[in-house]
């Protein structure tokens, strides 16, 4: 037989080893130990993780990489971040919107970051936004798969043209209904924008992904209408609810029960841990809250959950990187969730699980999906996470679009013989 391209050696994220992967025309045609054959590229994974692009379901491409303009966000809280962009909105201009973006996707990228959903704010009248990465997306498509949601940043019924402009950022093109019910007036004009939001996604075929009780509101109860509203619509397995902070703050009994209408639904979460952990309990003393949801819960009832980066250098966000590594390894510690089993599904959170939450065809390492895959200078996720490991390969539909260098510990000193591997200190346990 003869390949486009052959991996050799590769650590699966499921914990098969000693796996080969063969490509050819842009997809996957083998994945099994020992498979024969030529290649016009052979890649020696060598016991390395070789995991599925990685998929940040929740970000703001249109808002990254503006830090400081027109000037930074001093109280550090949502509603500061949302009058910064404000004021940010009309000085936007289509290239510099574009030109931020595509210098955020190369840097995604390089990361292995490869499928991105982003919300595009629509309360600006010239929708210049919305041309601007709808203008992206095309120019992105061949190494990443950009999904655009329909954002009124501003409230839907609150803003005065977030209607008409929704419809319009759809007919041009955007495939994702937004909204966000905690900014409304009132949480009667919440529940009456999810109604309005979620018929509109089922008149049109569409998903739907709510910036949903982004609040410390104990009694925000936005998730619930939206996890009633799927149901009457019809839409299980179509729509989720970003955030959900207030959930953290929630009475136990009723989260309890909330939980359960939220799997029942078949809603999808997506929790923003790098900014969900800064964002909310601005306004506690002390102890502070973590803010964000009840991740290993909503887990428990079968939730599908994708973590999401959300912000890069933005008006909310003074950090960030692109890497979901990141976003897991925040996550990891802000939930807890330290056991092997639970570390090893945070990897899932930021690839596989996000990659249904997307919609994203022909994803996965197996035959028949696209031959899209990370080699990572790691042996399994859980020192993935651990070191942030450096993405040695990173291939697109069977070519390398982007290589890095492994990573060498402090000992690399001048004077010092060896060159430490950092990936060396891994514990080899199960
Ligand atoms: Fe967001």
Redesign the pocket.
């Known amino acids: 037989m003869s390949f486009d391209l052959l991996l050799r050696n590769a650590n699966l994220p499921d914990g098969r080893t000693g796996i080969d992967i063969a490509c050819e025309g842009g997809k996957i045609l083998g994945v099994e130990p020992n498979i024969e054959g030529e290649a016009g590229q052979v890649i020696e994974a060598d016991g390395r993780l070789v995991a599925p692009p990685f998929v940040d379901p929740?970000f703001?491409m249109d808002a990254t990489l503006s830090l400081g303009h027109p000037r930074l966000n001093e109280s550090g809280t949502l509603l500061e971040g949302i009058a910064l962009w404000g004021e940010l909105k009309p000085l936007l201009t289509h290239e510099a919107v574009a030109e931020r973006a595509l210098s955020y996707c190369d840097l995604a990228v390089s990361q292995g970051l490869l499928a991105i959903r982003s919300?595009v704010d629509i309360c600006d009248d010239r929708l210049l936004a919305v041309e601007a990465l709808l203008d992206v997306k095309n120019r992105v498509k061949d190494y990443l798969d950009l999904q655009l949601v329909a954002f009124p940043q501003d409230g839907y019924c609150r803003s005065p043209n977030a209607v008409a402009n929704l419809g319009r950022a759809l007919d041009m093109g955007v495939e994702v209904v937004g909204g966000i019910p905690h900014f409304e007036r009132t949480m009667a004009d919440g529940a009456a924008s999810l109604k309005a939001l979620c018929e509109i996604a089922a008149a049109r075929g569409l998903m739907v992904d709510i910036?949903c009780d982004e609040s410390d509101d104990p009694l925000s109860r936005h998730i619930e209408t939206l996890a009633y509203e799927t149901q009457r619509l019809g839409l299980q397995g179509r729509v989720a609810g970003?955030?959900l902070t207030s959930m953290h703050s929630m009475d136990n009994y009723y989260a309890s029960t909330l939980i359960d209408l939220i799997a029942e639904a078949d809603v999808q979460a997506i929790p923003?841990p790098l900014?969900n952990i800064t964002l909310q309990g601005r306004y506690d003393t002390y102890p502070k809250r973590r803010g964000m949801t009840r991740v290993p819960e909503l887990r428990a009832a079968g939730v599908n959950i994708g973590f999401g980066h959300?912000?890069v250098m933005d008006p909310w966000y003074p950090l960030g990187s692109g890497d979901a590594l990141e976003v897991a390894h925040m996550a990891l510690h802000v939930a807890m969730m330290t056991s092997r089993e639970a570390m090893r599904w945070c990897f899932d959170a930021v690839t596989v699980n996000p990659a249904k939450i997307m919609g994203l065809e022909g994803y996965g390492l197996e035959p028949g999906c696209n031959a899209d895959f990370v080699v990572l200078q790691a042996a399994d996720p859980i020192e993935a996470i651990r070191l942030k490991a450096p993405r040695l390969f990173v291939v697109r539909r069977g070519k390398v679009i982007a290589e890095g260098t492994p990573r060498v510990s402090a000992l690399d000193l001048p004077g010092r013989p060896e060159l430490v591997d950092p990936s060396a200190y891994a514990p080899r346990v199960g």
């Open positions: 929740h703001h919300h910036h970003s955030h923003n900014i959300d912000c």
